[in-house]
């Protein structure tokens, strides 16, 4: 089950990029990985620098993929920015965290995407 999510979340974070890409965001990293875990995404959009936490669900069973990211993963996703930021020297930029949710059908490759903006 875990390779199986891995792969759908890998499927929603390609999904996200295009999205994201329609949106004018620039894409910086991905998968920026350090001790305190891990970010999907870190885009330009503007002024800021936006670190985007990507959800994939075929639908919405187990609740909205939003409500997933809760105060521990919220927690993490602020200690990974931190370090990024200090890592990167970025500390005079304006900083936001976003949600995207990508819902996937089952029938075909086609999938409906919702940003939510300073989600955090």
Do not use: Q, W
């Not at 602020?78 to 370090?83: P, V």
């Amino acid at each position: 089950m875990h390779e199986y999510n891995k792969a759908i979340g890998s499927i929603g974070e390609l999904y996200a990029i295009e999205y994201m890409k329609n949106l004018d965001y620039k894409l910086m990293d991905r998968n920026f990985r350090s001790r305190f875990g891990e970010i999907d995404i870190i885009a330009r959009d503007g002024i800021y620098i936006v670190f985007i936490e990507v959800k994939t669900r075929y639908n919405s069973v187990y609740g909205l993929p939003c409500e997933s990211v809760n105060y521990n993963k919220m927690s993490k996703l602020k200690k990974t920015a931190e370090y990024y930021i200090l890592k990167n020297k970025l500390h005079k930029n304006y900083f936001r965290f976003d949600v995207i949710e990508i819902y996937l059908d089952y029938n075909d490759n086609l999938y409906s995407a919702k940003l939510i903006k300073n989600a955090f």
